[in-house]
Nanobody, 126 residues
Framework: QVQLVESGGGLVQAGGSLRLSCAAS????????MGWFRQAPGKEREFVAA????????YYADSVKGRFTISRDNAKNTVYLQMNSLKPEDTAVYYC???????????????????WGQGTQVTVSS
């Protein structure tokens, strides 16, 4: 079992920034990456970004490229999502999750992730 604790959400005006954090209780060989997803009211959960633990490889949704940056601190088992130039359409509950290598190598799909955090609300006002 892996526990994930997210923090850093809040209310911000359009054009502003927020930094989300996701602290994992532990890492294992089976966990090769961490991802961020988001879900807005009435919409399906969508991929935002992912990062591998042991390389510099990152993945981003087209909608956030150039605005969001995912990073990690291996010593703290923590992943961050720096969100700049926020837009009202970024409003959602943001979740972090553990990607398991045994599920495959598609880091964009939620079905390859296990152990989800409780979510943190991000609201961007216009």
């Amino acid at each position: 079992q892996v526990q994930l604790v997210e923090s850093g959400g809040g209310l911000v005006q359009a054009g502003g920034s927020l930094r989300l954090s996701c602290a994992a209780s532990r890492r294992s060989f089976s966990n090769d990456a961490m991802g961020w997803f988001r879900q807005a009211p009435g919409k399906e959960r969508e991929f935002v970004a992912a990062i591998k633990w042991n390389t510099d490889i990152t993945y981003y949704a087209d909608s956030v490229k150039g605005r969001f940056t995912i990073s990690r601190d291996n010593a703290k088992n923590t992943v961050y999502l720096q969100m700049n130039s926020l837009k009202p359409e970024d409003t959602a509950v943001y979740y972090c999750a553990v990607h398991l290598r045994s599920y495959g190598d598609n880091y964009y799909v939620a079905s390859q992730y296990d152990y989800w955090g409780q979510g943190t609300q991000v609201t961007v006002s216009s």
